[in-house]
């Protein structure tokens, strides 16, 4: 049977770049030149659960104004959320650098990150030395 059990838990999104179309978004070589993000599949892959991508505001286009896709979610305009559920500290949650104008290192331009549980660290168990023979 054709049917096809997805192991990697992926789900298809339409690209945000092309909207789905498949082509360059802004046609810098032809308009009909390929979706660079999506290489004119018109659709790419992510893992859910997903949040929109706040470094380009789910629209897939770099904010930085070089027409190109943006490299934070690459064109996808969304980001998967595994564990990231408090807003990043670092970019308040703008998903980018306002000194570099790129995307935010720590939250890799999702404005989310993993929440800082305040908890001490476990301590270490002592270490049991091998080879210490009577
Ligand atoms: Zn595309
Ligand atoms: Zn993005
Ligand atoms: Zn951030």
Redesign the pocket.
């Known amino acids: 049977m054709a049917s096809s059990t997805q192991k990697t838990g992926k789900i298809r999104i339409p690209c945000a770049y092309c909207q789905g179309k498949g082509r360059d978004r802004f046609g810098v070589m032809s308009p009909l030149s390929q979706c660079a993000a999506c290489h004119g599949k018109g659709f790419q892959w992510i893992v859910p659960p997903v949040v929109r991508?706040a470094?380009?505001h789910g629209g897939?286009v770099s904010p930085t104004g070089t027409r190109s896709y943006?490299l934070?979610?690459c064109g996808?305009?969304l980001q998967s959320r595994i564990d990231r559920t408090a807003s990043c500290p670092d970019c308040h949650s703008t998903g980018s650098n306002p000194n570099t104008g790129m995307y935010c290192n720590r939250c890799h331009?999702a404005g989310v990150i993993r929440p800082v549980v305040d908890v001490p660290l476990p301590q270490r168990s002592q270490t049991i030395e091998a080879g210490d023979s009577t």
Do not use: I, L, P, T
Request: glycine share 30%; with cysteine.
């Open positions: 991508c470094y380009c897939g943006c934070a979610c996808k305009g331009g």
